[in-house]
């Protein structure tokens, strides 16, 4: 199993960046996808999920300004990250549970700072 994360950066408080993950070595439509994120000094949280029915559910701080979304064909889950404050600040993981066994992205780091 293979989670290639990209889209990441530097971004302006109010402004927006878009998460991409790309899986492999899995049957991808009928795995959750999940986004965490980890900030320096804290634990890593989860931030968004994704149903293989595209049911999603949001952590109460990111509510209303990210929207993950998916698409089976090309094998990728999207983080849309809008309305980013700098408390958004962290490395951004994509995730999934095959069998009982966490695979992980390698990250892709978003700092919000003016």
């Known amino acids: 199993v293979q989670l290639q994360a990209s889209g990441g950066g530097l971004v302006q408080p109010g402004g927006s960046l878009r998460l991409s993950c790309k899986a492999s070595?899995?049957?991808?439509?009928?795995?959750?996808m999940r986004w965490y994120r980890q900030a320096p000094g804290k634990q890593r949280e989860l931030v968004a999920n994704?149903?293989?029915?595209?049911?999603?559910n949001y952590a109460d701080s990111v509510k209303g300004r990210f929207t993950i979304s998916r698409d089976n064909v090309r094998r990728t889950v999207f983080l849309q990250m809008n309305s980013l404050q700098p408390e958004d600040t962290a490395v951004y993981y994509c995730?999934?549970?095959?069998?009982?066994?966490?695979?992980w992205g390698q990250g892709t780091q978003v700092t919000v700072s003016s």
């Open positions: 995730n999934v549970d095959r069998q009982g066994i966490d695979y």
């Open positions: 070595g899995i049957n991808f439509s009928i795995n959750t």
């Open positions: 994704i149903t293989s029915r595209s049911t999603s």
